[in-house]
């Protein structure tokens, strides 16, 4: 859970965790199954599938990445397994966002001797506004494909640390990348506006938010503002009423890590649409709606348009 204090509970199962995978390294070193192609290539190690997909962009052919949460997982809270420190143990770099998000991934990196970057250095945060997150930055940065930009120059350093012959490659793959990230970017703002002006609000389940409505100038408004008990409390709810009434927001929206339920509710009680699934902290698998960063804020994109619109029958 993404809680500022950590209970006795959350204590002893990370202590649970590090013995377990400790004593698993000591005993499986010699005759681990291989979870990376034993090639001789570098492994990267991401916390959650968006990075892994904008890292395997970036590495090419020279390098392993994956993932340590699977596509679907609730990523703030999750709690890693003796499994993930052990492959992750074998890496030779180890990257996270930042900003708060992997609450449990401090401890988890302090349990392992790997190398890690944090790719979202050098973005400039927002602010979370509301509740008992206040004043600490929002960490959803990468749902900025401008931002994303910058998460590319970052892994372009780390992989040439650890691949230097890999430079000139890294380079290029990041800057055909980044003509990619500029046109979702771009049909991202074109899309918005042909929202009415009056129509131009996010409303989604987390806050999750803030950096997309930035760059698409739109209003963002949210139940909770970060993913932690996943339960939205009565007042949230009935301010979210409020706000959806009193701006007479025609379709509300919830992500697809989270229950909905607290969404429906919202648009029961007002009569806005209930606009779809958005993606944000997990992709989909490889056969769902958003296996790549690309697709998910092409898909985010699409969401929100046809759901404020009334177009598309959501
Ligand atoms: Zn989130």
Redesign the pocket.
Known sequence: MWKIGEDGRARLRWSAVIVAAVVTLGVVTACAPQDFPDDGKPVVVTTFTVLADIASVVAGDRIHVRSITKPGAE??GYEPTPGDMRRSAKADLIIDNGLH?ESWFTRFVQALDVPHVVVSDGVTPIDIASDAYAGKPN??AWMSPLNVMIYVDNMVRAFTRIDPDGRAEFEANAASYKKKLQAVHDDLVTSLRTVPRTQRALVTC?G?FPYLTRDAGIAERYIWP??AEQQATPKQVSATIDYVRDNQVPAVFC?S?VSNRPMKQVASATGARFGGTLY??SLSAADGPVPTYLDLIRHDTTTIVSGLTGQGNR
């Open positions: 990523i703030h998000l960490p959803h987390e999750a970060v993913n992500e890590t944000v902290d």
